[in-house]
């Protein structure tokens, strides 16, 4: 580049190709197969152009950069003389200058299924066709994934017959070898412990996931427990080119502080996807090679006018399961991860056929498109003949990777046997998903968030207010009974505004003229209704940690946990001591101790000690199981089963006072 280049090159060169750049999206998929297709080659000299005149051109030269790409100031490019120009995008003017050499033209995406803006005209286009005039040039050659897509080309644009290679498609080829790194995956996004994966992936356009839902993500964490499950998102380069990634984050911002791990769109989609349990997409191709996988798949977006009839793309929006987002998600997700579905249905199979049906030659997409390369380049293969590598997806690294949600509301039901138990059911007040805090139902209101169910009547006088437990003191006579089944889910408090209740499903074909989910009750001890709270169970309170950064959910919380476990029982219980002074509207305060358990201490200067056997249960676990207890009239004491999403395990509560009575006020 620049004048007189030969002077300054250490690799001299045989052949010279330049790869055009023009959005992010065309130019990952450029820089994914261009250095195993040019491997350990010196005879080749590549360099990029940049060409800035896309709407969605944000980003292009900070990637180029970031990988170390030599890239071509665009006025520079009618100066060289390329053996070969290779892009992935058909919107580049690659007629203007005087080159006569070839263009090799790969896809950004799954074949050619979707119709978009033409950026040249009001009107839309085929995505991946390149204009007639470079076609007519006899210089393009368009790489495809699938026989049949060279006659669908043919039929919608004569001037491509004969213009087509078959090379398969190297991004389906990473997912398949990356398969096997499933666990790695998991790891590297932290849900390595049996939490289920939803990832939602979103095109762009008022059609996709987010174009249509964008509270879709909040609304998931706050119907999904928070042991039980994790959330991921996936968006299109040109949402965040368009709009800018300060917005979209701004948009997501409640998503993110109940967990949302955003993965950059760049890179960690493909093993994202490899790690997840169900996927939530759209028509954009993403969503096609998670059907091709097999992935669970919903539909939470669909862009019928913008699929093209008689593609693999538009059998999938025909066929795939359809989220409906009036009715609660958790039934729905449940369905389709096997919970609830109906004995026969072979949609998910259905699903993984119409997928594979885009994809020819599996596992050797590098091996013909670098056939295809050299032959373009009229240049032999390197001589040691051997195949490309074959590199599975590297492990995805999240932006801004959430901190751990400290703050929650918490469900918990109690019972004395698995099976009678007052579960998460639909028999729960809605009306008290709005509540900043909780209801306490301990006769009066507690804390500036909580809030006493009218209905009540446990008939608890000044007397009967915290002070003591039993007889007329505390909260109410205790009654001896069996081993109980403490049941506990959290969900963040960040997105509690995002859970109104929901209209419940129906089986009315006429809401929907696509398949979606049919009516299936909760396999779990949880519903998707709103979350309330009863004098009977199931009991709902807010929880959350002494040194969050959003206040407001300290001053509302009935239970405080100390983040940091306590070196000593002194230290723990003067910390329990302190926290209640500090926060008069909070019910109970726990700490863990180094090697001793958990401190749950209470206003009338008791403590319980609680312990369990699991690695996942941490204080504001432990302290639900207290105050399940407690809001049944059941002595805190003895052995209990905590129930965590699907894991149960023993814990015990021992009653003790602490290390020091509380000071007096003032």
């Keep these: 580049m620049g004048e007189d280049p030969e002077r300054w090159r250490t690799f001299p060169g045989a052949r010279l190709v330049v790869a055009v750049a023009r959005t992010v999206t065309s130019t990952v998929r450029v820089l994914d197969v261009l250095r195993p297709v040019l491997r350990d080659d010196p005879r080749v000299h ?125 991004c389906h080829d990473a997912l398949l070898d990356g398969r096997a790194l499933r666990t790695t995956y998991r790891t590297a996004l932290g ?26 993500p909040a609304r998931l964490l706050a ?37 949302l791990l955003t993965i950059p ?13 169900l996927l939530i997409g759209d028509h954009g191709s993403v969503t ?14 669909f862009g019928d006018d913008e699929a093209v009839d008689g593609t693999p793309m538009a059998e999938l929006g025909r066929i795939a399961p359809r989220l409906r987002p009036d009715a609660a998600l958790r039934p729905q997700i449940e369905r389709v991860l096997g919970l609830g579905r109906v004995p026969g249905d072979d949609t998910l199979e259905q699903l993984r056929k119409v997928g594979e049906s885009a994809f020819a030659a599996p596992g050797r997409a590098l091996e013909l498109l670098r056939t295809a390369v050299y032959d373009l380049l009229r240049l ?15 492990p995805p690294v999240p932006q801004d990777r959430p901190e751990p949600v400290t703050a929650c509301y918490v469900h918990t039901s109690l019972s004395e046997d698995s099976g009678d138990s007052w579960g998460f059911g639909d028999s729960r007040d809605s009306g008290d998903s709005s509540n900043s805090g909780d209801s306490c139902g301990f006769g009066y209101s507690w804390g500036s968030g909580d809030s006493w169910n009218p209905g009540y009547s446990g008939g608890l006088g000044d007397s009967e207010r915290p002070g003591g437990f039993g007889g007329s003191g505390g909260f109410g006579s205790f009654e001896e009974t069996g081993c109980p089944r403490i049941s506990v889910e959290r969900t963040p408090a960040a997105v509690a505004a995002f859970s109104p209740a929901p209209v419940p499903l129906t089986s009315d074909s006429s809401v929907s003229p696509v398949p979606s989910i049919s009516p299936v009750p909760s396999t779990t001890s949880g519903s998707a209704m709103a979350r309330g709270d009863g004098p ?39 910390w329990v001591e302190d926290t209640l002074a500090r926060y008069p509207g909070c019910l109970l305060a726990a700490a863990t101790v180094t090697g001793r358990g958990c401190r749950v201490g209470l206003r009338d200067g008791r403590t319980v000690e609680v312990s369990a056997t699991g690695p996942k249960c941490d204080a504001t676990v432990l302290a639900a199981v207290v105050y399940a207890c407690l809001r049944a009239r059941r002595p805190p004491t003895g052995f209990v089963t905590l129930v965590l999403g699907d894991r149960s395990e023993d814990a015990v509560l021992r009653l003790t006072r602490r290390a020091s009575r509380p000071r007096s006020p003032g």
């Design 223 to 259: 119907e999904l427990p928070l042991d039980d499950y994790a959330v991921a998102l996936v968006t299109h380069p040109n949402i965040t080119s368009a709009h800018g990634s300060y917005v979209l984050r701004s948009h997501l911002d409640s998503a993110h502080d109940a967990g």
């Design 380 to 394: 032999p293969e390197p001589a040691d003949g051997s195949p490309p590598p074959r590199r599975a997806p590297e």
């Design 265 to 277: 769109p760049t890179a960690g989609w493909q093993a994202t996807l490899l790690a997840a349990d």
């Design 46 to 170: 590549l360099v990029f152009a940049f060409d800035p005149t896309s709407a969605f051109n944000d980003g292009v030269h900070a990637l180029l950069r970031s990988v170390g790409a030599r890239v071509l100031p665009w006025h520079q490019f009618a100066r060289v003389s390329p053996d070969l120009i290779i892009t992935a995008t058909e919107n580049a003017d690659l007629t203007a200058a005087h080159h006569t050499c070839p263009v090799l033209v790969l896809p950004h995406g799954v074949g050619f299924h979707k119709v978009v803006p033409d950026s040249r005209s009001d009107r839309d286009r085929l995505a991946g066709v390149v204009p007639d005039a470079l076609l007519h040039s006899g210089r393009a050659w368009l790489a495809i994934s699938h026989p049949d897509q060279a006659a669908q080309l043919a039929a919608a644009h004569p001037a491509t017959a004969g213009r087509t290679l078959l090379v398969g498609d190297p």
């Design 288 to 301: 096609f090679y998670g059907a091709a996988l097999g992935t669970p798949l919903l539909l939470g977006a």
């Design 536 to 574: 009977d169970g199931p009991y709902r309170h807010l929880s959350c940690a002494d040194d969050e950064g959003d206040r407001r959910w300290p001053e509302s919380a009935s239970v405080l946990v100390r983040r940091a476990p306590a070196g000593t029982i002194v230290a723990a219980d003067r």
């Design 191 to 216: 849900i390595a412990d049996g939490r289920r994966l939803i990832m939602l992936s979103s095109t762009w356009r008022d059609h996709s996931v987010l174009g249509r839902d964008p509270a879709l």
